[in-house]
């Protein structure tokens, strides 16, 4: 930077904090600063000492290989042709074909060709292997496009494991105890070497996962203390995984450097590691990857997310590749993903709304990726590094054209980043205090560094004790980072390359080649010069566009001459073209459906008694950060883009699974309180963008690509609905028939309507944020400008358009799950509504029943008040299945508290305002027997404790006679159950409850079991076995043998007792 420069630069900064544009903490820094990176006589970089050895990280480290190696030409093993229909089948077979062939001496099995032209793919390509590579025929003219059909947001590709946790990515056994470093030593930033006081087992080749931990007194000096920026201990944690290279005494050296300092007092620890579960030297090349979307709505978002997802692996690869119309990305690198390139590749046309986590190019979160020669056109955050990435990750050459963001570092802490030479047109590159934004990141870079870059502003600012560095740039500076160069050519013109050519000489660092500037004087030239430049200007300007066209052109020409060259006489089936799926497709078993059924007042699955835990999930709060997600719990309809597991997109087949192996019974849905994680502020306010953050709870209807809705995303459309919730809800009914579970699906979430306002002010029904203007009242009232008491005008369907829109949604409700055996359909969650819109509603499903001839369970989940009025219906009472006792119970002083429906008051409001007593064994006895006494016929779940002041004792459920207790019973017992009554003639003593029938049944709950019980036999004869039931678990401790027929003394010790008519089974 000349003289001249620091001045307009000091100036521009100070004026900038004169006016308040500029926080104190984030200001720039206008002196003149040295440089960071020097040039000597020779060419060789020098670097600057920053203390305590800190220095800029070598990020030629980054890639595969760690840049010692070029991308390798693979053979390939398997050539595949498009077959005109689906080919995600054929596709598969084919990858998971060469994943089982035996790798080579270079680690590699093979490559699966996919010839010229379009593969329709429906579901998902998983490369799991490693050594396998999936290939085209280039994504130029005339090669391959693989194209993402249906409406799923799935990532198209996913290379490696999808759904690593960040807690297993790498330590090698959990139980080992962390090694400490040496807390007399400091590692400095871009070291290679750490020096222990002992190195132990440790030994060369070995891997290690260090741990550099985030106290809470560094986050304390970093300022990230106070509401809405308060991060965790623990939560900020930098892993980088290395490998020992060799060691010299207690010195371990690394194969890539470390790219922030730990000191003595950080407590930082190295853990033995494991690649045993990484895919390795894998990749994909040469394919264009196409969205379907829908035509006729420019802003659809029910269709492919990402083209590329990599995660758990090592040294694989994605190269001259071309994306289109994904809605959130091309290449997504998490966390769990080493050395990684991606070059030469395109993104162009994403199809999405213009908000949060969309169209985000290129992504890291991982470690020593390099993002190479890579443009997109009209993404939005094209250039991003997540969450406490574990440099140094590198994007090179790199360009962004009418973007819609910035680019830079968006999640907490990432360290080691350099951008060298990338241009964003239009927008920011950042290194920052984010403060609040992108869910609290604050402080996003440490020891990043901007190369000889362009942008319309570089916003760089330094955390407390570590640099940011910004040299040579054309953009309007922010921030308080050292910058040196504006508007100037520094040398050398890359960075990275510099390092890789004195690492790995010339040949390697022509990787990098070619360059889009070319630093010439031009200020003063001569007449000679100034033709020169004018001829130059006559032609057509080469951009990094261009230069990546071209090597797509280049590369498809040479695969489909091979294409074309392959050899088609071997029979082998590793070398042979294959048009069908390598074997023939086994029948796929029918999956064995249990539908849930009502038999003699009790929910039975293949005759028996179905018990079990009733599963509330999340429906608000979420993050994003690796390691969150186990805390948030399941949701069915929750979407984190580009994340699949617990607390964000869950895996569905796997959740069902884990239900049924947790004692689950069912599963409550309703859809989320509100979409965008921004509103867990409980603000009313409109925000100021669609800068919306995942994970989001969808909704059920889909937006319309019109207006702005208060959370800044285009209005709803209440007469369209939402594809991906509606596939996600329909598949888990499916996967509960399969796996013996019951879905409650709750049609309406009724806390968006009372209570907190910012509960309505998302809501997709309140007309700001929807193109169909029901008669609901806008602006709405907010009491006190905090509450809302929108239910009378929700529930009142006097309202034509109102009703209209009510009706079409119950029957979409209705026709989602046609066909599903086990969903039990409950008019809302917190449900105390008027009883004219129940009756509203049973209309609406009985009148469904009849137009399709089928017959679904209906629960009445209501106020008591409600709940008797409609059950004394007999136009309701007949389609009535189950009664759901939720929100009103007996208590333990014998009255009811039931609080009434229709007078705009939520459960919880009426609860504090009544203050009742808590319920008891007898309560809820009595509470679910006189349902059942009255309709026994009916089914009664007792789930008050989900709103009274209640508990939810398994035997008082079953000794009422309800069902879903949440207990595990032995099989035979669950049998028997539908068969058995109250018997109060068996004991008369008030805390003695009995269940029998007329086959020698007898189940005997006493609240006390100090003393001994005589029971009045008389109506059990002959032989008994007594069954002694240990009360918290449902399992059989102990038999004996009795004889009844009379009056019969148990001994004291057992509480419940379970007898049984002796038979020769």
């Not at 709870?697 to 995303?713: I, M």
Request: hydrophobic letters at 35%; aromatic letters at 8%; glycine letters at 8%.
């Amino acid at each position: 930077m000349t003289c001249n420069c620091s001045l307009k630069l000091a100036l521009l900064c100070f004026g900038a904090l004169l006016i308040g544009r500029i926080p104190v903490a984030s200001r720039c820094v206008a002196a003149e600063p040295v440089p960071l990176i020097t040039v000597d006589s020779r060419g060789q970089l020098v670097y600057r000492d920053t203390g305590n050895g800190n220095r800029v990280p070598d990020f030629s480290f980054c890639g595969y290989r760690l840049g010692e190696q070029d991308i390798p030409e693979v053979a390939t093993r398997v050539h595949l042709a498009p077959s005109g229909n689906d080919d995600t089948q054929s596709m598969q077979r084919a990858i998971d074909h060469v994943a089982a062939l035996p790798v080579d001496s270079q680690g590699m099995r093979g490559a699966v060709c996919l010839g010229p032209g379009d593969f329709q793919v429906s579901g998902q390509l998983r490369i799991q292997a490693s050594g396998v590579v999936l290939r085209g025929c280039g994504a130029g003219v005339g090669g391959t496009r693989v194209h993402a059909t249906g409406t799923d947001r799935r990532s198209l590709i996913v290379l490696g494991r999808e759904t690593l946790t960040i807690a297993t990515r790498n330590v090698a056994d959990a139980a080992q105890v962390s090694i400490p470093i040496g807390v007399d030593k400091t590692i400095p930033a871009g070291a290679q070497a750490i020096e222990l006081s002992d190195v132990g087992r440790l030994s060369s080749g070995q891997w290690i996962d260090v741990c550099r931990p985030s106290t809470a007194e560094w986050i304390q000096e970093l300022g990230l203390t106070t509401p809405g920026t308060q991060w965790r201990p623990g939560s900020r944690d930098i892993h980088w995984l290395r490998q020992i290279k060799h060691i010299d005494g207690n010195t371990i050296h690394l194969d890539a450097p470390l790219s922030m300092e730990i000191a003595p007092r950080d407590h930082g620890s190295l853990t033995p590691a494991t690649m045993e579960d990484r895919v390795q030297f894998s990749g994909v090349e040469d394919l264009s990857l196409v969205s379907d979307y829908d035509s006729l709505w420019p802003l659809d978002e029910d269709h492919a997310w990402f083209g590329i997802a990599i995660d758990c692996t090592n040294n694989t690869w994605v190269r001259r590749c071309c994306f289109r119309h994904f809605s959130g990305g091309a290449v997504t690198v998490r966390e769990a993903a080493r050395a990684t390139s991606v070059v030469d590749c395109q993104v162009i046309q994403p199809i999405s709304e213009i908000a949060g986590y969309r169209r985000r190019s290129f992504v890291t979160g991982g470690e020593l990726t390099l993002f190479l020669r890579c443009h997109a056109d009209e993404g939005q955050n094209d250039f991003v590094v997540n969450h406490c990435a574990a440099g140094p990750n590198a994007f090179v050459n790199c360009g962004a054209t009418r973007t819609h963001g910035q680019s830079g570092t968006l999640g907490s802490w990432a360290t080691g980043v350099l951008f060298d030479n990338v241009h964003i047109d239009g927008s920011d590159l950042t290194l920052e205090n984010a403060w609040t934004e992108h869910q609290g990141a604050g402080w996003t870079a440490a020891n990043c560094v901007i190369w000889q870059c362009q942008a319309a502003s570089i916003r760089a600012s330094t955390p407390p004790n570590t640099f940011n560095w910004v040299t040579g740039f054309w953009a309007r500076p922010t921030g308080n980072a050292t910058y040196n160069g504006q508007s100037d050519f520094v040398k050398p013109v890359s960075l990275i390359q510099q390092q890789l050519r004195e690492r790995q000489g010339a040949s390697a660092a022509m990787r990098f080649e070619p360059w889009p500037i070319s630093p010439v004087g031009a200020t003063n030239p001569t007449r000679d010069e100034a033709e020169e430049f004018v001829r130059i200007t006559d032609t057509h300007k080469q951009t990094l566009a261009d230069t990546i066209r071209q090597q797509l052109e280049l590369a498809t020409q040479r695969r489909l001459a091979e294409w074309q060259q392959r050899d088609k006489s071997t029979s082998a089936v590793a070398d042979n073209e294959i048009t069908q799926p390598l074997t023939t497709e086994s029948v796929r078993e029918v999956q064995r459906v249990s539908p849930v059924v009502v038999v003699q007042g009790y929910l039975t699955v293949d005759g028996r008694v179905k018990t079990g835990q009733l599963m509330t999930p999340s429906w608000w709060r979420g993050d994003m950060r690796p390691g969150s997600g186990d805390e948030l719990g399941p949701t069915i309809t929750r979407f984190a883009p580009g994340r699949v597991g617990t607390g964000w997109t869950d895996d569905l087949p796997a959740l069902a699974q884990h239900l049924k192996k947790s004692s689950y019974a069912a599963l409550n849905h309703h859809y989320g309180l509100w979409y965008d994680r921004r509103r867990d502020d409980h603000l009313m306010a409109r925000r100021a963008d669609a800068g919306v953050q995942p994970p989001f709870f969808e909704q059920p209807f889909r937006r319309s690509g019109q207006g702005a809705a208060w959370d800044g995303l285009s209005r709803y459309d209440l007469t369209k609905y939402n594809p991906w919730y509606w596939n996600r809800l329909s598949e888990f009914a499916t996967l509960c028939d399969q796996h013996q579970l019951v879905l409650f699906h709750q049609h309406y979430f009724q806390h968006n309507i009372l209570e907190a306002g910012a509960h309505w002010a998302d809501s997709p029904w309140r007309p700001a944020n929807n193109i169909n203007q029901p008669e609901l009242p806008e602006p709405p009232h907010y009491i006190g400008d905090k509450r809302i008491f929108m239910a009378h005008h929700f529930y009142d369907v006097r309202q034509p358009t109102l009703k209209d829109l009510h009706r079409s949604y119950i029957r979409q409700c209705l026709d989602a799950m046609q066909g599903r055996h086990n969903v039990v359909h409950s008019i809302g969650e917190e449900f105390t509504g008027p009883q004219h819109f129940v009756e509203f509603w049973l209309d609406t499903v009985i009148e469904w029943q009849a137009e399709h001839q089928q017959d679904v369970l209906i629960s009445l989940c209501v106020t008591k008040d409600v709940q008797d009025a409609v059950l004394e219906n007999p136009r309701y009472r007949p389609h009535i299945d189950l009664i759901d006792i939720r929100y009103w119970t007996y208590t333990a002083t014998g009255e009811v508290y039931a609080p009434l429906g229709g007078v705009n008051l939520s459960p919880r409001q009426q609860l504090r305002v009544q203050k009742p007593a808590a319920n008891s064994f007898a309560s809820t006895v009595r509470s679910i027997r006189e349902y059942r006494e009255r309709y026994p016929e009916k089914a009664v779940c007792y789930t008050a404790h989900i709103h009274c002041r209640a508990t939810r004792d398994p035997w008082a459920i079953i000794m009422g006679g309800g069902s879903l207790p949440p207990i595990a019973l032995p099989a035979k017992l669950s049998d028997a159950l539908p068969s058995m009554t109250a018997d109060t003639s068996v004991s008369q003593t008030e805390d003695i409850w009995c269940l029998g029938d007329s086959r020698n049944e007898l189940l005997i709950y006493r609240e006390q079991d100090n003393d001994e019980l005589t029971l009045d036999l008389r109506r059990y004869s002959g032989s008994l076995r007594v069954h002694n039931i240990d009360a918290a678990s449902g399992s059989v401790e102990s038999r004996e043998l009795i004889e009844g027929g009379g009056d019969v003394t148990l001994p004291p010790g057992h509480r419940l007792q379970w007898l049984r008519a002796e038979r020769s089974n």
